[in-house]
T-cell receptor, first 114, second 112 residues
Framework: DSGVTQTPKHLITATGQRVTLRCSPRSGDLSVYWYQQSLDQGLQFLIQYYNGEERAKGNILERFSAQQFPDLHSELNLSSLELGDSALYFCASSHPYSGANVLTFGAGSRLTVL | GQNIDQPTEMTATEGAIVQINCTYQTSGFNGLFWYQQHAGEAPTFLSY????GLEEKGRFSSFLSRSKGYSYLLLKELQMKDSASYLCAPLGLTGGGNKLTFGTGTQLKVEL
């Protein structure tokens, strides 16, 4: 158990629908990161939050949004879902290590869009 | 921007040594991570290099040359459980803060 909790573990839905993925970071970690991993594309950075504020943005689609709440848990909202959104969505939180921040990943939420 | 190049697949024998290379071009380079990912599971942290040289951690070592934009991960005394994808991830300092970008990974298969 990495200490980063993601729910749900699996989700199957239809095109056009909207889903919310939830993440609780490790105790004491203030940053939350979201990554998308498709079969062909590897881990793609979506967005980062630090203590409730958006810190960095990657290739996140406009149909996707996220937020980090005062208790530091985060939600990733995916709307108007398309077949290509089927992927593993990882959340990670970070802690300092040798002057950098090491990411600890949750087990992921596997989204299947039919 | 960031360009990361690592071999797609490698095969090695149990007990042997394997070196996984990674070249990168990263704006505002601020160190390089290696992660291990078993199929369908979360990536797990292996190593971090920010200065040139070799960092040794048990059976795993990681090397960095900043001037060459080059790193490698060295795995010794390979075990079957080392069969996994190994992700090279340079850290880049952008206007929005540090950004960790992952390569597509090297799928290592350890055989008897």
């Amino acid at each position: 158990d990495s200490g980063v909790t993601q729910t749900p573990k699996h989700l199957i839905t239809a095109t056009g629908q909207r889903v919310t993925l939830r993440c609780s970071p490790r105790s004491g970690d203030l940053s939350v990161y979201w990554y998308q991993q498709s079969l062909d594309q590897g881990l793609q950075f979506l967005i980062q939050y630090y203590n409730g504020e958006e810190r960095a943005k990657g290739n996140i689609l406009e149909r996707f949004s996220a937020q980090q709440f005062p208790d530091l848990h985060s939600e990733l909202n995916l709307s108007s879902l398309e077949l290509g959104d089927s992927a593993l969505y990882f959340c990670a939180s970070s802690h300092p290590y040798s002057g950098a921040n090491v990411l600890t990943f949750g087990a992921g939420s596997r989204l299947t869009v039919l | 921007g960031q360009n990361i190049d690592q071999p797609t697949e490698m095969t090695a024998t149990e007990g042997a040594i394997v070196q996984i290379n990674c070249t990168y071009q990263t704006s505002g380079f601020n160190g390089l991570f290696w992660y291990q990912q078993h199929a369908g599971e979360a990536p797990t942290f292996l190593s971090y290099n920010v200065l040139d040289g070799l960092e040794e951690k048990g059976r795993f070592s990681s090397f960095l040359s900043r001037s060459k934009g080059y790193s490698y991960l060295l795995l010794k005394e390979l075990q079957m459980k080392d069969s996994a994808s190994y992700l090279c991830a340079p850290l880049g300092l952008t206007g929005g803060g540090n950004k960790l970008t992952f390569g597509t990974g090297t799928q290592l298969k350890v055989e008897l």
